[in-house]
C-alpha cells in the first residue's frame, strides 16, 4: 500500500475514532447522569407519594373526629327507637356530604348499624375489621380497606354519647384517579394504583394490564428500568401503607426515560450531523495533505535505499519544512553511523570488563570460614554488576580478623574501593596478626584517602568495621559501620552493639575519631554483622526492612545453624524488597566457649 493511501486511510481514520470516542463519551455521560438523576426523583417521588399519603390520613381522622361530634349521629346510634329509614337517611347525607366511599357506623360491640354503600346489609358483626375494632379501643385508627376493587383508605374514631361508648364510625376515600392526578402533579412522573398486580387507576398511554403486572414482578425481582407501552421506564413499586397483611396493593412510580433522554438524543443527532461534515471535509484534506507529502517522501525512501548499499554522500531534500528537516537528519545519520559502531564497540568492551571485575570481586570473598570457637556463614547479594560491599574472615593463630563494610555508591568504582580495602586489610593482617584494630584502620585510611582523592580524583568513602576476635569470646573493634546485632543465649535477648569510629576516606587524619571498642561474646552468642543495604531495603509501600526485620527472624531461628539463619535472613529480605537496590552482606557467627564442640 502506498504512502498517500497509508496517510488517508490513516487520518479519516483516526478522525473517525476521535469524533466518534468523542461522540460515545458525550452519549455515555448524558445517559448516565440522565439515569441518576431519574434515580433521585423517583426516591423524591416515593417520599412525596408517601407524605400525600399520610396526609390524606390526617385529614381523614380530622374529618372522622369532626362528624363523630356531629349530634344527630350520635342520637341515630344511641338511640334504638329510631326507625331504620331514619338511620339510612342520616347515614346517605352525611357520606354525600363528605363525599366518602366508606361511611358505616358499628354499635358499641362492633356490630353494623348502617353502611351507605351496602344500606340492605345491617347486625353482622365488623370486629375483624382492624380499624373498627382498634377505634372502639383506641379512640380512633387508619387503614386501607380492599372492597368492590377499590382501594380505601379508611379513619375510624368512636362514638361516644357523654360518658358511653355507643359505638364507632369509620370513613373512607377511595385511592382513585384524583389522588393519582394529585401525586403526578407533585412528582412530576406518573402513578398506578395497583391491586393483586392488576391496574385500578388511570395508566399512561399505551400500557396495558399485562406490561403492569410484568412492570412490578421485574422490580420486585430486583430490576429498575422496564417496557412498557412501547417505551422505557423507571420503576419503583412501593406497598400502601396501612393494608393488611396478604393483601397486595401498591403504588407503581414511573418515571419516563426516554422522555428524559429525549433532549440529550436530539443533541447527539445534532453532533452525528457535524461529524458527518467533517468527516467529508477531512476526507479531502488528507488526500491532498497525503499527495503534498508522498512526493517528498519517496525520494526520502529512494535515499534510505542507497545508504543501505553504503553511499553515503548528502543530497538534496525537497519539500516541506520538515521533510527537508528529516533529509538534514538523515545527513547527519550517516555521519554519525560509523561513531555509533566505534561506541557499540566499546560499549561491549566495557560490559565484558564489567563482568571480569564482577567476577574478581566475587572471587576475593573468604573460602575457608573455619576459626576456632566460631561457627561463621555469611553472604553477599549485588545490586549491580559490579557491587561496593565487603567482608573478609582472616584467621590466625589465637582466632580471626573479621572485616565487614559498604562502599559507597555501585558499579566498577565501588567495586575497586572495596578491593583496595580487602587487598590492604589482608597485607596488614598477615604482616601483623596481632595489631590494634585502630591502627590497621588508622594505615588503611591513609592509602585509600590517596587513591580515591588524590588517583582516582573521585567523591567516595567507605563504611568499615574492623574486628579482631580471640579465644575467650573477646571482640576488639575499629572503624565504622552497621551495629552489630547480638543475641545473648543466656537471656533469649538482643543486643545492638554500636561502632564507635569513623568512615574511610573521609579526611586524610582521623586520629582525633579513630577509636575501639571491646564486645564480648558469651558460649551460645549469635553475632550478625550486615550492610546498609539490609535495614535499608524497602518494599512497595516505601516501608524499610530496618533492624527489626533482622532481629524478627534472628529470634525465630537462634537455635539454627548460623547458615540456616543467614538463608532465612536473605529469604525474609527477597519477600519485603525483590528487587534490591543496593548490595546487601549478612554475616552471621556463633560463639562455643572451649571446651565446646563447634
Given amino acids: 500500500?502506498?504512502?498517500?493511501?497509508?496517510?488517508?486511510?490513516?487520518?479519516?481514520?483516526?478522525?473517525?475514532?476521535?469524533?466518534?470516542?468523542?461522540?460515545?463519551?458525550?452519549?455515555?455521560?448524558?445517559?448516565?447522569?440522565?439515569?441518576?438523576?431519574?434515580?433521585?426523583?423517583?426516591?423524591?417521588?416515593?417520599?412525596?407519594?408517601?407524605?400525600?399519603?399520610?396526609?390524606?390520613?390526617?385529614?381523614?381522622?380530622?374529618?372522622?373526629?369532626?362528624?363523630?361530634?356531629?349530634?344527630?349521629?350520635?342520637?341515630?346510634?344511641?338511640?334504638?327507637?329510631?326507625?331504620?329509614?331514619?338511620?339510612?337517611?342520616?347515614?346517605?347525607?352525611?357520606a354525600k356530604t363528605l363525599d366518602a366511599g366508606v361511611f358505616l357506623i358499628v354499635d358499641a360491640d362492633g356490630n353494623l348499624i348502617a353502611d351507605s354503600a351496602h344500606p340492605e346489609e345491617a347486625g353482622g358483626s365488623m370486629r375483624e375489621q382492624a380499624v373498627v375494632a382498634a377505634s372502639l379501643e383506641k379512640g380512633e385508627s387508619t387503614g386501607v380497606w380492599v372492597t368492590e376493587n377499590k382501594v380505601f383508605q379508611v379513619a375510624g374514631c368512636r362514638l361516644e354519647f357523654g360518658a358511653r361508648v355507643v359505638g364507632a364510625l369509620v370513613v373512607g376515600h377511595a385511592i382513585d384517579d384524583k389522588?393519582?392526578?394529585?401525586?403526578?402533579?407533585?412528582?412530576?412522573?406518573?402513578?398506578?394504583?395497583?391491586?393483586?398486580?392488576?391496574?385500578?387507576?388511570?395508566?399512561?398511554?399505551?400500557?396495558?394490564?399485562?406490561?403492569?403486572?410484568?412492570?412490578?414482578?421485574?422490580?420486585?425481582?430486583?430490576?429498575?428500568?422496564?417496557?412498557?407501552?412501547?417505551?422505557?421506564w423507571f420503576a419503583q413499586v412501593v406497598a400502601i401503607p396501612g393494608t393488611s397483611e396478604g393483601t397486595h396493593a401498591h403504588y407503581v412510580l414511573l418515571r419516563s426515560i426516554d422522555e428524559a433522554l429525549a433532549p440529550a438524543r436530539r443533541a447527539i443527532r445534532f453532533l452525528a450531523i457535524l461529524v458527518g461534515v467533517a468527516l467529508v471535509l477531512t476526507a479531502v484534506l488528507a488526500l491532498g495533505l497525503a499527495r503534498r507529502l508522498s512526493r517528498p517522501i519517496d525520494a526520502?525512501?529512494?535515499?534510505?535505499?542507497?545508504?543501505?548499499?553504503?553511499?553515503l554522500t548528502p543530497r538534496p531534500t525537497a519539500g516541506p519544512t520538515e521533510v527537508r528537516a528529516l533529509g538534514a537528519a538523515m545527513d547527519k545519520m550517516t555521519t554519525?553511523?560509523?561513531?555509533?559502531?566505534?561506541?557499540?564497540?566499546?560499549?561491549?568492551?566495557?560490559?565484558?570488563?564489567?563482568?571480569?571485575?564482577?567476577?574478581?570481586?566475587?572471587?576475593?570473598?573468604?573460602?575457608?570460614?573455619?576459626?576456632?570457637?566460631?561457627?561463621?556463614?555469611?553472604k553477599m547479594m549485588t545490586a549491580t554488576e559490579v557491587g561496593g560491599d565487603y567482608y573478609d574472615v582472616l584467621p590466625v593463630e589465637d582466632g580471626c580478623w573479621i572485616a565487614v563494610g559498604d562502599a559507597s555508591?555501585?558499579?566498577?568504582?565501588?567495586?575497586?574501593?572495596?578491593?583496595?580495602?580487602?587487598?590492604?586489610?589482608?597485607?596488614?593482617?598477615?604482616?601483623?596478626?596481632?595489631?590494634?584494630?585502630?591502627?590497621?584502620?588508622?594505615?588503611?585510611?591513609?592509602?585509600l584517602y590517596d587513591n580515591i582523592h588524590e588517583r582516582l580524583e573521585a567523591e567516595r568513602h567507605m563504611t568499615l568495621s574492623l574486628l579482631r576476635y580471640r579465644r575467650g569470646g573477646d571482640l576488639r573493634i575499629a572503624g565504622a559501620h552497621m551495629d552489630g546485632i547480638v543475641w545473648r543465649a543466656a537471656t533469649k535477648t538482643i543486643e545492638l552493639l554500636a561502632t564507635p569510629g569513623t568512615f574511610l576516606a573521609i579526611t586524610q587524619d582521623i586520629d582525633h575519631v579513630n577509636q575501639e571498642a571491646t564486645w564480648?561474646?558469651?558460649?551460645?552468642?549469635?553475632?550478625?554483622?550486615?550492610t546498609d543495604g539490609v535495614t535499608e531495603a524497602e518494599n512497595a509501600a516505601g516501608a524499610s526492612f530496618d533492624y527489626?526485620?533482622?532481629?524478627?527472624?534472628?529470634?525465630?531461628?537462634?537455635?539454627?545453624?548460623?547458615?540456616?539463619?543467614?538463608?532465612?535472613?536473605?529469604?525474609?529480605?527477597?519477600?519485603?524488597?525483590?528487587?534490591?537496590?543496593?548490595?546487601?552482606?549478612?554475616?552471621?557467627?556463633?560463639?562455643?566457649?572451649?571446651?565446646?564442640?563447634?
Avoid at 34 to 51: F, I, N, P
Avoid at 189 to 198: D, F, N, P, Q, Y
Fill in 336 to 378: 554519525e553511523l560509523d561513531t555509533s559502531r566505534r561506541a557499540l564497540a566499546d560499549k561491549e568492551r566495557l560490559a565484558r570488563e564489567l563482568e571480569i571485575a564482577a567476577r574478581i570481586q566475587t572471587s576475593i570473598l573468604p573460602r575457608n570460614l573455619d576459626v576456632e570457637g566460631l561457627e561463621i556463614a555469611a
Fill in 179 to 232: 389522588f393519582v392526578d394529585t401525586v403526578e402533579k407533585h412528582t412530576g412522573g406518573e402513578v398506578i394504583v395497583a391491586l393483586e398486580k392488576a391496574a385500578l387507576s388511570k395508566t399512561p398511554d399505551d400500557v396495558g394490564a399485562a406490561e403492569v403486572a410484568a412492570a412490578i414482578d421485574a422490580v420486585e425481582a430486583g430490576r429498575r428500568e422496564v417496557s412498557a407501552g412501547g417505551q422505557e
Fill in 1 to 94: 500500500m502506498k504512502l498517500r493511501t497509508t496517510m488517508f486511510l490513516w487520518v479519516l481514520g483516526l478522525v473517525i475514532v476521535l469524533l466518534g470516542a468523542t461522540i460515545g463519551t458525550i452519549a455515555f455521560g448524558f445517559d448516565r447522569a440522565t439515569r441518576e438523576r431519574l434515580a433521585q426523583e423517583s426516591a423524591r417521588s416515593r417520599e412525596v407519594t408517601l407524605d400525600l399519603h399520610a396526609d390524606r390520613y390526617s385529614l381523614y381522622r380530622q374529618e372522622c373526629r369532626v362528624v363523630a361530634e356531629e349530634p344527630r349521629l350520635k342520637a341515630v346510634v344511641a338511640t334504638e327507637e329510631i326507625e331504620r329509614a331514619t338511620v339510612l337517611d342520616a347515614v346517605r347525607e352525611l
Fill in 520 to 530: 564480648q561474646l558469651h558460649d551460645g552468642d549469635l553475632l550478625v554483622l550486615l
Fill in 409 to 447: 555508591g555501585h558499579g566498577l568504582t565501588a567495586g575497586l574501593v572495596m578491593m583496595m580495602v580487602q587487598t590492604g586489610v589482608a597485607t596488614l593482617v598477615h604482616a601483623q596478626p596481632d595489631a590494634n584494630p585502630k591502627d590497621v584502620v588508622r594505615a588503611i585510611n591513609g592509602v
Fill in 300 to 311: 526520502l525512501v529512494a535515499r534510505t535505499q542507497a545508504i543501505a548499499h553504503g553511499d
Fill in 548 to 598: 527489626q526485620g533482622v532481629t524478627r527472624i534472628v529470634e525465630e531461628r537462634c537455635g539454627e545453624p548460623v547458615a540456616a539463619i543467614r538463608d532465612a535472613l536473605f529469604a525474609a529480605l527477597i519477600r519485603h524488597s525483590p528487587a534490591l537496590e543496593d548490595d546487601a552482606t549478612i554475616m552471621v557467627l556463633r560463639y562455643a566457649a572451649a571446651g565446646r564442640n563447634t
